[in-house]
Every structure is written in C-alpha cells, then in structure tokens.
C-alpha cells in the first residue's frame, strides 16, 4: 500500500495522520525529492522520508502538527546553512551528523472531519445529514423506528447510544424527534461532550423541554449547552428547510470555536541527546549506544557513536 492509498484508508476511517513529504533536497542524503510517508499519533512511520539523524524530529514535529492541526514546512541541515532559509513559514532544524545533505520536508496533518449527529426521521433531520456529507463532514440519524428512506453516504444508527457513535467535542447533535422523546435524547446528548446540542422545535415546545428536564435535574449550566431553538433565523421557512437553518447554526458554531476538534497531546516519546551532533535520539529506535563510567550515551549515528567511542572527555564537557 502506498502513502496515499494509506492516507485514504485512514481519512476514510477518520484516524488522524500527517502526510510528511519531502519536497527538496541536497546529497548527500537519504531522502528522495517526493518521498512520501504517513506519521501516525503514536509516532510510527509507514514509509521512508530520511536517515537516523532527521527522522525523529519530523516525527516530533508532525505529533505536534497533528495537535495543532497546522501544516509546517522543516528545513533540516547543516546549522551554519540556517540563517540563510530563514523565511515565514519553514521552521529550520540544525543537523550536525557526518552527511552534509540536507531536506525540506512538508508535514500535512488530516484530523476526522466534524460529526453530525441528527436524532429522529424528520424532514430537518434528513436535511442537516445530507447538508453535512455535502461539507464533506460525517453524518449520521438515528432511527430506532427503521425503515425510512434516508440520503446516501449517510450513517444510520438504530438505537440511541451516542458513546457508541464516538461522540466528543467536535460532534454536533440535532434532537428533531419532533416531540417523540426529546426529553430522553436530550439528556443523553448532555451526557456527552459534544460541542453543539439543538432541539428542533417551536419557541414555546422548547421552554416546555427545558422545564422538563429542569425538573427532572439537569443544572442551568447543562441546559445552556442547548440551542432551542435550534437554527438561525431564517423567517418562515418550510420543514425541510429549517435543516438549513440549523447547519447554519453548527457552521458558525464551528467557526467561533465551540466545535472543534478534541484536545490531542502530543506523545510523550522518551528522547535523549547525541553528545556528538546535539540531535534529538529517538531512545526507543536508536541501535547506536555506548556506556562511559556507568552512564549509557545514545547517538544518532554509527559516525558519532565512533567519535564518542575514541575521545568520551572532547564530548562530556
């Protein structure tokens, strides 16, 4: 499988990965101009982008693109060639190892797009689904009555177990039960972290609701989460139109930050310091080691292991 065919698989199956490609380089060294590989979160590496000395800062640098979800541009090279790629953009990475080559690398995350939930068969759920997959973005309706005609590439979920759907903040959930059990699926939206909660309904169905579960014991702080009702303002629209109303809605949601992506830390790779070149060893990976009054070294290289190995005092201090 190659990266590509792995980078659609993963988008597909909504896991996060960065696309790290090398888009310039200069021998001698072991990247190839085009070399494509996947990073994952964990930092595994399917394919081959460069050598020892640069591949654990580009991994370190796409664990942190996918926790930003920002692209970066890398120059990696001899430390004396940096001031002169300085540019807006391109973070620069000094490599000291024995290669005097050197790499521009341009690491792409993709994270899961955000998730539509529209609970019930009504005209606004059928509308926000299909809206949602026209952005591109996941959809699904839940339906535990079945048998409805629903848009395609549309998810269908029988039962309503939203832990089971994968909700988390960058989910939207819609209730147009339309007076069957809103209570009930509002209150299991609000168990969740979902970014947006709406109830399609009239101004006065929507303060009846939140009575409801007022009296039943939600807190005031749980029942702002939700937009009832939900939609912007569009005037006197017809049934499936109000699913226009509510995307809306989610989009400018999504666009002030109250739906977004779950917070991703970036791995916690045990790393250590070449005594040699000053790069970043990746502890877990490196095969290069030597130990020196009781103390183990880890390096980058074969070149720098030897170079410890004949003169340790040159590099302890």
């Not at 024995?98 to 790499?103: I, K, T, V």
């Not at 399609?200 to 937009?227: M, N, P, T, W």
Request: charged content about 25%.
């Amino acid at each position: 499988m190659t990266a590509l065919e792995l980078a659609a698989d993963l988008a597909r199956r909504g896991q996060p990965f960065v696309l790290a490609t090398v888009v310039w380089r200069r021998g001698p060294s072991s990247g190839r101009q085009g070399a494509k590989a996947i990073i994952l979160p964990d930092g595994t590496v399917r394919g081959w982008l460069a050598g020892a000395c640069a591949e654990p800062t580009v991994i370190r640098e796409a664990q942190r693109a996918i926790a930003d979800g920002r692209p970066r541009l890398l120059f990696l090279g001899p430390a004396g060639e940096l001031d002169g790629v300085l540019r807006d953009g391109v973070g620069t990475v000094p490599m000291a190892c024995e290669s005097e080559g050197a790499l521009e690398v341009y690491l792409d995350p993709t994270l899961p797009p955000p998730h539509v939930i529209a609970i019930g068969r009504s005209p606004a759920a059928t509308t926000v689904a299909a809206l949602a997959r026209a952005l591109g973005w996941r959809a699904t309706i839940v339906d535990d009555e079945g048998g409805a005609d629903f848009p395609p590439d549309v998810e269908i979920a029988t039962a309503l177990d939203l832990p089971a759907l994968g909700v988390d903040s960058d989910t939207a959930i819609v209730v147009a039960t339309q007076g069957h059990n809103d209570e009930a699926a509002l209150h299991a939206a609000l168990e969740t972290d979902a970014g947006y909660v709406g109830l399609v309904a009239s101004q006065k169905r929507a303060r009846a609701v939140l009575d409801y579960l007022r009296d039943r014991g939600e807190d005031d702080a749980a029942l702002a989460r939700i937009h009832a009702p939900a939609g912007v303002d569009l005037g006197r629209v017809e049934p499936g139109e109000i699913g226009v109303a509510i995307l809306a809605e989610v989009v400018a949601s999504k666009a002030a930050g109250a739906l977004g992506p779950p917070a991703r830390p970036v791995p916690l790779l045990e790393e250590a310091t070449d005594p040699v070149c000053g790069m970043t060893v990746d502890v877990a990976r490196t095969r290069y080691r030597a130990d020196h009054a009781g103390r183990a070294f880890l390096f980058c290289g074969a070149g720098c292991q030897r170079q410890f190995e004949a003169d340790p005092a040159k590099y302890l201090t």
